[in-house]
């Protein structure tokens, strides 16, 4: 059963964000890759398809250098558990104690794992690959058939769940910004900030929005500098996760007489204006990573829903794609920025979405409702890559394999 | 495998302990160069005289040990550093023994050292090794008490030993150690607060850890000629086995690499297995120097809980077991950890234990075991010594 969380005493002083120990080898963030995108993964040797943990640089069963992170089997069995009730590191020592479980995994290696509550020593469990509050990778091991995940404070602790947080959607206008709404409220968020842009504009479904529990208009602008600094002041200390939704698509290449004008509003829209929420909102974010101690709600997840032009640029959207490309870019630095408070960014890229503004784009296009999902989604598992639509995970998969092609793909209008 | 080959000839003398401290604000050279002039005054002469070096240290940093021979003055031809946590001692050993046999070096003075300050600790598990940053660390870990903890939980399951039994081993200790002026601990301790002690991780509880601290242990490897020429009194290495990684494919350490080469090691004694006045393990946590008495022959397979039943391990006991009281009472003084049992074991076997003599001790069976690199203990070794 989900428990409704605990609020913060606000006698009590802002627990300083500590992070678990985020030293890695290189070659180890092949897992990260992996935990970032939420697949199981394992070491494997190209040569002889053996197994191994941790990461290692050549297998150790025929020295082969050809080692990867392979999708893996992700059953295990409970060898051994422990708690560790005074570790000697800051970060877990204040959230002891800490269950950790020894595992056989079912495609040979043995592994030290995060233990959720339940599972003992000879039963089956389920692994998976996910980052911890540093942003690495670490294998958490729950119950074969899934188990509770609420009652898991260590998943918790690594994974940004909306229940009993508040949180920040920068754009009422955004096709997912109902259903993102929607979703959050059915999954038990305290409230729901929607910014609304112009708001002098009519929204069309503004009494679908005042349905919806605990949401509460704010009017947010981000191509302004000063409607961005007004809203940080009022809620910036209440927001544990903030979903940028602000667009500005406007199609048309680089040779459409207002390409300039299009773009420079789409930059300040979509870069500047992720600039300046980072500028207002990042250190309030970052610095109540652990705010409210053990199981309250503290700051956990920035998303920047972006498209997935940013990545491969397609021609008849040229300022568009810059402007997204541009943001993509900003949210690597802001990742870093908000990763020394623990709090995450998660990207999503998105193929063209059902509304007006991506009339030409061919079917099949991600509806609001699936953008929503996905965001939710990725934040309960505590994600940092998410790529939304079909269209969205071909262009990634064909770019995985062939830049050029993608290249020469659409500069023909073949999305 | 080819025959074996003895260390015929081959002594050890000089038992040195640079009494231990908690916290040390001297550097890791300072215990090094305080272990070289006991060797030297111990020995009776200059310490320009040792031929060979062997250095036994994790907090050496930015030193190796070939610097160490400019910042003491030495000239050495043989020179060692084995890094190699509780097994650094019997590998120290046994290397220098051969490099003596062979006349590669005539008096080669083996010290482990470590200092100690309040976050060294914790700083040295950060960076303990590849496999423990990217596995073991960043699950809340570090340190050995976590991975024991997993092993002594699966051990009491396979074993069906009891917190009890490991219990004793660690009361008698403490009561051998009230008997060391250089133990750290002072106080006698009784099976109940062993039982009642705080969980560290069960089932490790604070009486099953060590205290690290800093210190050094050293003596010297020489040719028994050598020995008798300096008059020194002296021990004879009749045996010793090493091994690291002995069981990988072992899902869960429920045993050691002893086992690999414990005939060897008795085989090469002369001695039937078991034979001898005392014994000291490396016991960074009781369990572990239980499994030991098993690995090494002591008891036969399973017969292990009767086996401690069986016994008193403290000084005037049936089988005086870490004499010294052990690192779980003296202090685990990071690798020096490796040696304390080869220092007391020739302490002993030399008569010049002073008050926690074991009367007639003539033969020591002295193990040591190290680094937990992921999920298990790597290295093992064992050494049998015999008094001249």
Redesign the interface.
């Known amino acids: 059963m989900t428990q409704e969380r605990p609020r913060k005493n606000p006698l009590h002083r802002t627990r300083q964000p500590l992070l678990?120990?985020?030293?890695?080898?290189r070659k180890?963030h092949l897992l990260t890759a992996a935990a970032a995108e939420g697949r199981f993964a394992l070491p494997r040797c190209g040569a002889c398809g053996t197994y191994s943990?941790?990461?290692v640089e050549a297998c150790?069963d025929c020295l082969s250098a050809d080692i990867t992170a392979a999708e893996a089997p992700s059953g295990a069995v409970l060898?051994?558990?422990?708690?560790?009730?005074?570790?000697?590191?800051p970060?877990?020592r204040e959230?002891?104690p800490?269950r950790?479980?020894?595992v056989?995994m079912d495609c040979g290696p043995?592994?030290?794992?995060?233990l959720h509550p339940e599972p003992q020593?000879g039963e089956r469990l389920r692994l998976t690959l996910m980052l911890?509050r540093?942003g690495?990778g670490?294998l958490h091991a729950g119950p074969e058939n899934g188990g509770d995940m609420s009652t898991d404070k260590q998943w918790q602790e690594m994974t940004a769940d909306p229940r009993g947080r508040r949180v920040l959607i920068t754009d009422a206008r955004h096709v997912a910004a109902l259903p993102l709404a929607r979703k959050l409220a059915a999954e038990g968020a305290a409230g729901i900030f929607m910014g609304l842009p112009e708001s002098w504009k009519p929204l069309e479904n503004r009494a679908a929005f005042e349905a919806v529990q605990g949401l509460r208009f704010v009017p947010l602008d981000l191509a302004s500098d000063r409607s961005v600094e007004d809203l940080a002041r009022a809620i910036g200390g209440k927001v544990e996760i903030l979903i940028n939704t602000a667009d500005h698509p406007r199609p048309g290449g680089l040779m459409a007489p207002a390409a300039v004008t299009h773009t420079r509003a789409c930059m300040e829209t979509v870069a500047f204006g992720l600039m300046r929420l980072a500028r207002s909102f990042g250190p309030a974010l970052a610095g109540r990573g652990a705010d409210g101690g053990e199981g309250a709600p503290g700051a956990v997840a920035w998303v920047n829903v972006l498209s997935v032009f940013a990545r491969a640029t397609s021609p008849e959207m040229a300022g568009y794609a810059a402007a997204h490309t541009a943001a993509l870019s900003l949210s690597h630095s802001l990742r870093a920025q908000l990763g020394g408070g623990g709090v995450r960014l998660m990207t999503v890229l998105t193929g063209p979405t059902e509304d007006d503004w991506f009339q030409l784009a061919p079917q099949p296009k991600v509806t609001g409702k699936a953008l929503a999902d996905a965001v939710v989604g990725g934040l309960m598992k505590g994600l940092e890559e998410v790529v939304v639509g079909d269209v969205a995970r071909d262009l990634m998969a064909r770019l995985a394999e062939n830049p050029k092609a993608v290249e020469r793909d659409l500069a023909a209008g073949r999305l | 495998m080819a025959a074996l080959r003895g260390y015929d000839g081959v002594v050890l003398a000089v038992p040195v302990t640079v009494p231990y401290r908690r916290y040390s604000t001297d550097s890791t050279q300072w215990w090094v160069g305080r272990a070289l002039a006991g060797l030297a005054a111990g020995a009776g002469v200059s310490h320009r005289e040792f031929d060979g070096l062997s250095v036994a240290s994790f907090s050496l940093a930015p030193d190796s040990a070939i610097g160490l021979t400019q910042h003491f003055g030495l000239s050495p031809r043989f020179l060692d550093f084995v890094p190699l946590g509780g097994v650094a001692g019997v590998v120290a050993l046994r290397r220098a023994a051969r490099a003596v046999q062979a006349g590669d070096a005539d008096m080669v003075a083996c010290v482990a050292a470590d200092t100690s300050a309040p976050q060294s600790f914790r700083q040295s598990l950060e960076n303990f090794s590849r496999f423990s940053q990217d596995a073991v660390y960043p699950y809340g870990a570090g340190g050995p008490n976590v991975s024991f903890a997993l092993i002594a939980q699966a051990y009491m399951e396979a074993s069906g030993l009891s917190r009890a039994d490991f219990g004793k081993i660690a009361v008698a200790q403490r009561a051998n150690a009230l008997k060391n002026p250089h133990a750290l601990m002072k106080k006698p301790l009784s099976l109940d607060q062993y039982l009642n002690s705080r969980p560290i991780a069960p089932p490790i509880h604070l009486f099953d850890c060590v205290m690290p601290c800093a210190g050094a242990e050293a003596f010297l490897v020489l040719r028994e000629e050598t020995a008798r020429a300096q008059g020194l009194p002296f021990v004879r290495l009749t045996a010793a086995i090493e091994r690291h990684n002995g069981f990988p494919a072992d899902p869960v350490m429920l045993r050691g690499g002893w086992v690999r080469d414990v005939d060897t090691l008795w085989a090469m004694a002369g001695v039937a297995p078991g034979a001898v006045d005392l014994v000291q393990t490396y016991d960074d946590y009781p369990f572990i120097s239980a499994m030991q008495f098993e690995d090494l022959g002591l008891c036969p397979p399973g017969g292990l809980a009767e086996f401690i039943a069986g016994h008193d391990f403290t000084i005037t006991g049936s089988l005086p077991h870490n004499t010294s009281g052990g690192q779980l009472s003296v202090g685990q003084a990071g690798c020096a950890g490796g040696s304390l049992g080869l220092v007391e074991a020739l302490r002993q076997l030399t008569g010049a234990a002073g008050g926690r003599q074991v009367a007639g001790a003539r033969r020591a069976l002295v193990s040591g075991f190290g680094m937990i690199n992921f999920d298990r203990g790597l290295g093992s070794g064992a050494v049998v010594l015999e008094a001249a």
């Open positions: 678990p120990p985020g030293g890695r080898s180890a943990w941790p990461m150790p060898l051994s558990q422990t708690s560790a009730e005074v570790p000697a590191d970060y877990f959230r002891a800490w950790v479980g020894l056989q043995v592994a030290l794992v995060h020593a911890d540093a690495q670490v």
